[in-house]
């Protein structure tokens, strides 16, 4: 099976990503942001980095590119997209996942470990996940969830909230300025997913935590989810399909 | 054809949080400036439309501002038109020189 890792300008995890996908025993497969062809892959991840410098607004001038139509016509037909930290941005920018990242609260950029904790075992993004805290990496300076109060209920009545940022003993770190919330994210959500199902971004770096030697592997739990949920949906609906064609 | 000069002026929605207007505010008391508030930091992106009309110009540009230049999400936008000619490659003759609109005229729109 192939997962394709998008590579925009100035992005900078896709090789931590297509690493992480080659752990989880799938090929790697690099998708250029030229190009609407999506090679036949099972699965898209959109990467870290600071895609075309985050010029404008981070992840805005990526959404006009030509890889995000194919990504987009592929996300419509129900194919599995996880955009990680710049890639959550671009999928905010493309109105795939609600929301929006803002600048930090904190006025700094945030470079560190936190823990997130999944907030359900039954997505596909998470369905490997054992369920207990993941300590992972973020890097970003605009990562500050938001959405209006109304999307934010929403959100939660339809379990569209993945991950939320938690304090060492497990509780959602609802405060923005409290430090177990690294950027002042509102209701502490670390990560969500379209209404679908199959589109999902989340700001820390799963793939940054793939192999035990690079002091864990937590985020093993997220790529693996994404690997099986792929090949579940290939087993169903037959060969991958190659998106972005139109 | 005439050549509109716009002016897009973003700014994050009221009500929003706004980190780069709270550090400039926060770092007024060293400038000894006690008497300023309610500081907001947004982009101002110019630019040029060529078109048959003040109108069609404006349009473009709204389009823009809305899907690229701001995010409705977060961000409101306004629109001012700075500058309008006439251009001289489409009109050989004379009479088409009219320029539309007055320069420096604000034609604002928010959303």
């Known amino acids: 099976m192939r997962v394709g890792v998008v590579v925009f300008p100035d992005s900078n995890s896709d090789v931590d990503a ?11 497969v690099r998708l250029w942001h030229e190009s609407p062809e999506l090679q036949g892959v099972s699965a898209v991840i959109l990467p870290g980095g600071f895609a075309y410098g985050d010029y404008l607004r981070a992840g805005v001038i990526a959404r006009f590119s030509p890889v995000m139509r194919g990504v987009s016509a592929f996300a419509a037909e129900g194919g599995l997209v996880l955009g990680i930290c710049n890639g959550f941005q671009v999928l905010a920018e493309s109105r795939l996942v609600p929301g929006a990242l803002l600048r930090n609260r904190s006025l700094r950029f945030a470079c560190k470990l936190v823990d997130i904790k999944p907030e359900r075992l039954d997505s596909p993004f998470t369905r490997a996940a054992t369920g207990k805290l993941l300590h992972i990496p973020i890097a ?30 497990g509780a959602p770190a609802l405060d ?31 793939e940054r935590m793939s192999e035990s030697i690079l002091g864990s592997d937590d985020g093993m739990q997220l790529i693996r989810s994404l690997v099986i949920s792929a090949a579940e949906r290939d087993a169903a609906h037959g060969p991958a399909i190659v998106g972005g064609t139109r | 054809m005439s050549e509109f000069r716009y002016a897009v002026n973003v700014l994050p929605k009221p009500g929003i949080l706004d980190p780069q207007g709270r550090a400039v505010e926060l770092s007024l008391p060293h400038l ?32 823009l501002a809305k899907e690229m230049l701001s995010n409705p999400l977060i961000e409101t936008y306004a629109i001012a038109l700075l500058e309008a000619t006439s251009s001289a490659v489409s009109s050989g003759a004379a009479g088409a020189a009219g320029a539309a609109g007055p320069a420096g005229a604000a034609g604002a729109t928010q959303s």
């Open chain 1, 18 to 28: 297509l690493n992480a996908l080659a752990v989880a025993g799938v090929e790697p």
């Open chain 1, 140 to 169: 970003h300076g605009e990562g500050c969830y938001y959405a209006d109060e109304a999307t934010l209920d929403d959100l939660e009545a339809n379990g569209q909230v993945l991950f939320r940022y938690v304090r060492a003993d």
């Open chain 1, 176 to 206: 923005p300025d409290e430090p177990a919330n690294p950027n002042g994210s509102l209701r502490a959500i670390a990560g969500v997913c379209n209404a679908a199902g199959n589109v999902a971004g989340l700001m820390p770096h799963p």
């Open chain 2, 32 to 63: 000894n400036v006690t008497n300023v508030s309610r500081v907001r930091v947004g982009r101002r992106v110019e630019l040029t439309v060529t078109a048959d009309s003040e109108a069609l110009a404006l349009a473009v540009v709204d389009a």
